[in-house]
């Protein structure tokens, strides 16, 4: 400070770098979005045709690696393509509709997680919410690795070298267009997705329509192979070769829950945009794999070196057109393109996942927070983070990722089936069409299950493995920092006892503050012990030096509280109600107090200009917060609770304004 009691004015530099650094960041990711707006929610909220885009496109996008793998695993059987489109469209079906049942419970999403946690344990929940974010991690893996293998069937061979870094471009791209926001996103990528349906309904029609004539013929082929083989190796041995390539086809279904898991999302009114989303999807995927299948076994298509699947099928079927080499090359570059778009969901759900699990104490909470975009920014960055590691490490090898890809898909569709089942059959006195629901529950389970256990013996050894290792360490990742949390907290709750035995003067100070007396200024998150203590800290250490107290405290909208303004203008109240619990407190105890406040979703950006405002206000002041500190300090502890004290501390002191941070044991 001044002597004249004022407050020092900054350094002075050349360049205002706070300027450069927001100037920087909004050309990034965009302007700052105001949460206190009453239209926020149905601006960000997408509409079924968006929602289809943005979280369908996961589930569409996988026929572009689903049925291929599941026709190769044909071999020589290729005939048992029309049982594998019709089994694969049933499947499709099945699973939509057992996960609208799940929209239709829990309406705000988190999907498998939320699903496993109150239907089933808390344990089964940190099990599928772990296999889940593990699985949005490999959606964008695997997507943008597909997506890059489609571009590569048409450049020369000799351009593969370059495929695997042009799939990690491709993420970092994704990843700020999500830093910008989800519904920008979705919107730009939008004329990608319906280019897509064009092109693969003319691809599919004419590839079905133009083969009518010889469908009596493959008809006759049909029935002699199935013969053969039942002469040969018995009905037992057909079995296995469909159950197999019917397994190794689950990429298929990777995609359908996302819908459920990303309801928060979705325009008002939600269950209904949900379930229509859902039909979208389940319609188009279910045409889109089984009529590649049909087209697969007409064409007679096999595998081509450095081509996928589908760009041979392209290829061939538009071959005699006019301009057929360009329609081909649009429809394969369509599809990479929607596998871009398909990779979204693992930026819009995975965040949101870990925004759960993060409220719940199984993962840091800063997972919750979102930024002045309000996008879940630290989610994203690690999604897209691990999405690069694994691409590095599988060199992008579709076979390596689609197999751990399918394994969580069908570990979290297994757990959850379980739980509904479980759930209806508990709630049956109040859930009238239990009967109606729980069959299909089942039916879903045992499908999901046998998928989940051929699988796992069939490619333990080709990325089986590695999805159980890194399931298995998340898991337990979660049950340490969740002990971690619940310890802190019964260190935290010690204090409340403080709440119990406020002392008082006897005469309450009503005055009003005044600016030309010495203030303290204490930055507060509620009223509970931890607060409480902090005040008492402020007394204890300087006896009659201040004669008021401003108590501040910015209302944080996180992922919990973001869900419609009636929950932000509840949180803002709560605030003010706590805040004022401060000001009695003070006043009881002889002091003139009030209270400042303000609404948003980052403390330090918000607190920091408040903290301005008041230190000009009362140019005697100086600010007080607390910090928790524990007996043994270590990395692990910096990460799951946050250094906002000394950020503000920081900007606050080079502003000259005198910031004290007091610490609190956590340890009791």
């Not at 695997?164 to 519904?183: M, P, Q, T, W, Y």
């Not at 008041?614 to 990460?639: C, D, L, M, W």
Request: aromatic fraction near 12%; charged fraction near 15%.
């Amino acid at each position: 400070m001044q002597p004249d009691g004022g407050i020092a004015d900054p350094p002075k530099d050349t360049w205002n770098w706070e300027d450069i650094r927001t100037g920087a960041r909004r050309t990034i990711i965009g302007a700052k979005k105001n949460v206190e707006d009453p239209g926020i929610f149905h601006k960000i909220a997408l509409f079924p045709l968006l929602a289809w885009i943005g979280l369908g496109a996961d589930g569409v996008s996988s026929s572009s690696y689903g049925p291929p793998e599941a026709f190769v695993a044909l071999g020589e059987h290729t005939y048992l393509a029309v049982f594998l489109a019709l089994g694969t469209a049933l499947t499709v079906f099945i699973i939509s509709y057992a996960y609208t049942r799940i929209i239709e419970h829990f309406p705000s999403g988190g999907g498998g997680y939320i699903v496993a946690t109150h239907t089933i344990s808390e344990r089964a929940g940190v099990l599928s919410g772990s296999a889940l974010l593990i699985d949005y991690m490999l959606t964008i893996t695997v997507s943008i690795a597909a997506c890059a293998d489609a571009i590569f069937s048409f450049l020369p061979f000799h351009y593969q070298p370059y495929k695997l870094a042009f799939a990690c471009l491709l993420i970092l791209i994704l990843i700020e267009l999500n830093l910008r926001g989800v519904k920008e996103s979705v919107t730009i990528l939008a004329p990608i997705f319906l280019v897509f349906i064009a092109a693969h309904a003319l691809l599919l029609g004419y590839g079905i329509f133009a083969h009518t004539p010889q469908i009596a013929p493959v008809a006759d082929g049909i029935q002699a192979g199935l013969s053969r083989d039942l002469a040969a190796i018995g009905m037992v041995g057909v079995l296995a070769i469909f159950l197999r390539a019917y397994s190794l086809g689950g990429g298929t279904y990777t995609g359908i829950e996302a819908v459920a898991n990303g309801m928060q999302i979705m325009r008002e009114p939600k269950v209904k945009t949900g379930k229509r989303t859902m039909a979208y999807m389940a319609i188009s995927l279910a045409v889109l794999s089984g009529g590649l299948f049909l087209c697969y076994l007409l064409w007679n298509i096999a595998p081509v070196p450095g081509q996928t699947l589908n760009a041979v099928l392209a290829t061939r079927v538009f071959g005699d057109w006019p301009l057929g080499g360009l329609l081909a090359l649009i429809t394969i570059f369509s599809e990479a393109a929607l596998l871009m778009v398909g990779a979204q969901t693992g930026f819009i759900d995975g965040p949101r996942v870990m925004a759960n699990m993060a409220i719940d104490s199984w993962l840091p909470r800063s997972f919750a927070l979102l930024s002045e975009r309000l996008t879940m920014t630290n989610g994203i960055l690690l999604m897209g983070g691990s999405a690069l590691l694994l691409m590095l490490f599988t060199h992008g090898s579709i076979i390596f990722l689609v197999t751990m890809y399918a394994i969580n898909v069908f570990l979290t569709f297994s757990i959850s089936e379980f739980g509904m089942s479980r759930f209806f059959y508990k709630n049956r006195a109040t859930e009238k069409e239990w009967k109606r629901h729980i069959p299909i529950h089942l039916i879903g389970l045992v499908l999901c299950s046998t998928i989940l256990t051929i699988t796992l013996y069939e490619k333990f050894g080709q990325g089986g493995w590695l999805t159980l290792f890194l399931t298995s360490g998340l898991v337990a990742l979660c049950f340490v920092i969740h002990r971690h949390y619940r310890k802190v907290m019964r260190g935290m709750g010690k204090l409340d006892v403080l709440l119990d035995t406020v002392p008082t003067t006897g005469v309450k100070n009503t005055d009003p503050v005044d600016p030309h007396k010495m203030t303290a200024v204490q930055l507060v998150t509620g009223f509970h012990g931890f607060g409480v203590n902090t005040f008492y800290s402020i007394t204890k250490n300087f006896p009659g030096v201040y004669e008021n107290f401003i108590f501040v405290s910015i209302a944080v909208v996180d992922t919990g509280t973001f869900k419609g303004s009636a929950e932000v203008n509840a949180l803002a109240q709560s605030t003010r109600t706590a805040l004022s619990k401060y000001v009695d407190l003070a006043q009881d105890l002889g002091f003139a107090a009030d209270y400042r406040m303000d609404i948003g979703t980052d403390v330090v950006d918000l607190a920091v200009p408040l903290c301005k405002n008041i230190a000009k206000e009362f140019p005697y002041s100086t600010f007080f917060t607390g910090q928790i500190v524990f007996r043994h300090e270590n990395p692990f502890q910096k990460v799951l609770h946050n250094e906002t004290a000394f950020a503000i501390q920081r900007r606050l002191q080079y502003s000259g304004i005198t910031t004290v941070i007091l610490p609190i044991q956590a340890e009791k």
